[in-house]
């Protein structure tokens, strides 16, 4: 089973990993801080596809959904 996000524009998640990606980089943007974004967007994206991972994601801010929510 994969997760909605990584079904939904596969090349979203793909070209914003290219962009940050330490060697593949934009001159503009220092290359630590790209392999330190580039660190998060990996991380991001094992616990989106793996089930359990992601459900204890979603278990653990379940409470910040519903506090905006309700505040809409």
Do not use: N
């Not at 001159?27 to 330190?36: D, V």
């Amino acid at each position: 089973m994969r997760c909605w996000a990584c079904s939904r524009g596969r090349g979203r998640p793909r070209a914003l990993a290219l962009a940050l990606h330490p060697d593949k980089a934009a001159a503009p943007l220092p290359a630590e801080a790209a392999a330190s974004l580039f660190a998060a967007i990996k991380e991001a994206h094992g616990t989106l596809a793996d089930p359990v991972a992601r459900r204890r994601y979603d278990l653990q801010y379940a409470w910040l959904v519903d506090v905006l929510r309700a505040s809409v």
